[in-house]
């Protein structure tokens, strides 16, 4: 029952779907914690927006399974090249499966690019876990990333 849970408040949360109070919290209460976070660069030029980042879990327990969620303030053009384990998931959303990450370990670098499809002058970058495999993350503030990115081709750090 516990899986099931854990599952369709996985799959609530891809698709913005509202989660009963009871259900997430009953899925992860009491789990494993994990410190997840994502330290990566974000560049901008002519509308094609290339990103890159190392999960990493601080510990003290593993994530049998991470996926992390890239959303930006302007659409994405309808056509795109991503890499493997990387999906769209929205107008302005792409998942990528960050996979298991050990205790006090990183995981595999994540890069893309993606077009916009429009070129504005900046693009809001919001990046943040998606799904922990049941595992509960106390310090969300390092695993929620916001990059304001301006149109200069040069990187954002966060």
Known sequence: ???????????????????????AGAAV???????LAYHGAVSMT???VGVRFTPANHGPSAAPDVTVRLRWS????????LPEGC?????????CRVGALPADGLGEQIALR???????SEVLLV?????????????RRNDRQRVLVLDTGDEYYF
Do not use: H, I
């Open 87 to 95: 999906a769209r998931s929205g107008p302005r959303v792409v998942l």
């Open 127 to 139: 990046v943040d876990t998606v799904w922990s495999g049941g595992t509960v993350d106390p310090n």
């Open 1 to 23: 029952m516990r899986k099931v849970l854990a599952g369709l408040a996985a799959l609530a949360a891809v698709c913005g779907a509202a989660v009963p109070a009871g259900a």
């Open 46 to 48: 002519d509308g094609t």
């Open 74 to 81: 302007a659409a994405l053009a309808d056509r795109q090249e």
């Open 114 to 120: 993606v077009r916009l499809r429009a070129a504005p």
């Open 29 to 35: 209460a009491g789990g494993p914690e994990a410190d």
